[in-house]
């Protein structure tokens, strides 16, 4: 999916949020894709493949709320089944595998990186990769490959880093399909932000979670806090799934990626599902 595509949603949601608590009339929604009536009503249509009022009702945080209500039991009995033991992780929709304390410590030593740009429909991304998966997965905003490749080697700094034609992950699939791909992720943080990553991983698609229940599944019901700095710092964007995560109030911000894009994820894992 072309890159602009998502920059013209981004518009539209923008726009959307700009005239709360109103409704846009679909007038409204084309002016503000700066498109032609016929190619806005056939990307919309191709992209979201609902209308685009009802798309907009799952950006609103009265949807937030309902969600949070009626998935409640659903995500308590995700995070009790697979943080018990009895469920595992490699039935998610994203394997993972943990590094060891060993391999924490040694700083990437022995450790191959690849990396490279892909273009997704909520914008381009850049994908780190290892023979074990993905390390390290960003949407692009304005930072050019040497400053992203500087911090990656912040967090790697005895890896061999490199540049590659394209990456092995189709993330691009993933978000397009789903359950239809499953990359595999190579998971680095300490071991309460890996509790916080694998906690996420459990969140099943089109639910929503607060922090404090979030907290409670990492087995830190008192530090939401810190459990929120580890959601914060979730090196790989969607496949570790933190634009679930929203606040009790059912607001959507306090996103690493930006608050429009965890929009249009929920909302199109909410027309997925629905």
């Not at 923008?14 to 503000?32: F, G, H, I, K, Q």
């Not at 894709?33 to 009702?57: A, E, I, N």
């Not at 945080?61 to 949070?68: K, S």
Request: charged letters at 20%; glycine letters at 6%.
């Amino acid at each position: 999916m072309p890159q602009n595509h998502y920059a013209t949603m981004q518009r539209i949601i923008e726009y959307a949020d700009s005239v709360y608590p109103n409704v846009p009339e679909l007038t409204e929604l084309r002016a503000a894709s700066g498109l032609s009536d016929f190619y806005f009503d056939r990307l919309f249509s191709h992209y979201v493949g609902v209308p685009p009022k009802r798309y907009l009702q799952f950006l609103r945080r009265e949807y937030a709320l309902t969600v949070l209500e009626s998935s409640h039991d659903l995500v308590e009995a995700a995070f009790h089944l697979g943080l018990s033991g009895t469920g595992r992780l490699h039935d998610l929709m994203v394997t993972t595998e943990a590094v060891t304390p060993g391999e924490w410590r040694s700083a990437g030593a022995g450790l191959e990186i690849r990396h490279a740009r892909q273009s997704t429909r909520f914008g381009e991304v850049f994908i780190a990769e290892t023979d074990r998966g993905i390390c390290e997965l960003q949407f692009i905003e304005n930072q050019n490959d040497a400053d992203l490749v500087s911090q990656l080697r912040k967090r790697f700094p005895a890896a061999q880093i490199r540049e590659a034609d394209k990456a092995r992950a189709n993330v691009a699939a993933y978000l397009e399909e789903g359950n239809g791909a499953r990359p595999e992720v190579f998971l680095s943080g300490t071991n309460f932000q890996l509790k916080v990553w694998q906690a996420l991983l459990l969140v099943p698609e089109a639910t929503l979670v607060t922090y404090e229940q979030l907290a409670v599944a990492a087995g830190s019901p008192a530090g939401v806090r810190a459990v929120a700095s580890a959601v914060a710092k979730n090196p790989i964007a969607c496949l570790i799934p933190c634009h679930r995560v929203i606040r009790k109030t059912g607001a959507f911000n306090q996103y690493r990626w930006g608050a429009t894009r965890k929009k249009m994820l929920i909302a199109h894992e909410a027309v997925r599902a629905s």
